[in-house]
C-alpha cells in the first residue's frame, strides 16, 4: 500500500468517528427532551421549529409564525400556559 493511500484510509477513519460521535450526541439529546419535555404546537416562528410536519421534513422549516402544524419543545407543563400553545397540531 502506497502513502497515499494509508493517509486516505486514515482521513475517512477520522471522518466516520466523528459522524458517528455526531449521530450519538444528536439521538443522546433527543431523548433527553424527551423526559423533561413536550412537543407545543402553534407558537414557533417562521424558521425556528424543531422537526418535521405535515407541510416538511425537517426543522428550521416552518414557513410563518404561529403555524399550527409546526412544533417546538418546552419545558413539560408549559405549552398550554403559553398563548395559542397546544399539545395536538392545529389544523
Known amino acids: 500500500?502506497?502513502?497515499?493511500?494509508?493517509?486516505?484510509?486514515?482521513?475517512?477513519?477520522?471522518?466516520?468517528l466523528g459522524l458517528l460521535a455526531a449521530a450519538g450526541q444528536a439521538s443522546a439529546a433527543e431523548e433527553d427532551k424527551g423526559k423533561g419535555a413536550?412537543?407545543?404546537?402553534?407558537?414557533?416562528k417562521a424558521g425556528k421549529n424543531d422537526c418535521q410536519t405535515s407541510?416538511?421534513?425537517?426543522?428550521g422549516?416552518?414557513?410563518k409564525?404561529?403555524?399550527?402544524?409546526?412544533?417546538?419543545?418546552?419545558?413539560k407543563g408549559s405549552c398550554e400556559k403559553i398563548v395559542d400553545g397546544s399539545l395536538k397540531p392545529k389544523v
Do not use: F, R, T
Open 55 to 59: 407541510a416538511h421534513a425537517c426543522a
Open 1 to 16: 500500500m502506497n502513502s497515499k493511500a494509508i493517509v486516505h484510509s486514515a482521513l475517512a477513519s477520522v471522518l466516520s
Open 38 to 44: 413536550e412537543k407545543c404546537y402553534g407558537i414557533v
Open 65 to 75: 409564525d404561529g403555524q399550527g402544524d409546526s412544533w417546538v419543545y418546552v419545558p
Open 61 to 63: 422549516q416552518a414557513s
